[in-house]
Nanobody, 121 residues
Framework: HVQLVESGGGLVQPGGSLTLSCAASGATFSSYSIAWFRQAAGKEREGVARIRLYYPTWYADSVKGRFTISKHNANTLYVEMNSLKPEDTAMYYC?????????????????WGQGTQVTVS
């Protein structure tokens, strides 16, 4: 039973930084595609960043140069978010998929966490 649990969200001022964590369990995630998504109020869920062993790391254009996705080990995922803007305010979700399909869209990820709220204000 795959479980993903996010943590680290909160309130931060514009220009500030925040690091989100995702703890994964229930499978060996070393070869999985793991990503961060976000969903702002009234908007569709969108991909933020994706990481997968032996593949290039992917970032949405809106976060390139400000966000960094990383894995501490096979089952812990992070996203370091710098120079945060009010438009980064959203619920952030960790997602995983064994197949590693492109593009980085919600339909291509089978497993999801419950989300952690990030508010930039």
């Amino acid at each position: 039973h795959v479980q993903l649990v996010e943590s680290g969200g909160g309130l931060v001022q514009p220009g500030g930084s925040l690091t989100l964590s995702c703890a994964a369990s229930g499978a060996t995630f070393s070869s999985y595609s793991i990503a961060w998504f976000r969903q702002a109020a009234g908007k569709e869920r969108e991909g933020v960043a994706r990481i997968r062993l032996y593949y290039p790391t992917w970032y949405a254009d809106s976060v390139k140069g400000r966000f960094t996705i990383s894995k501490h080990n096979a089952n812990t995922l992070y996203v370091e978010m710098n120079s945060l803007k009010p438009e980064d305010t959203a619920m952030y979700y960790c997602a995983a998929d064994r197949l590693g399909r492109y593009p980085v869209t919600p339909g291509n990820f089978a497993y999801w966490g419950q989300g952690t709220q990030v508010t930039v204000s």
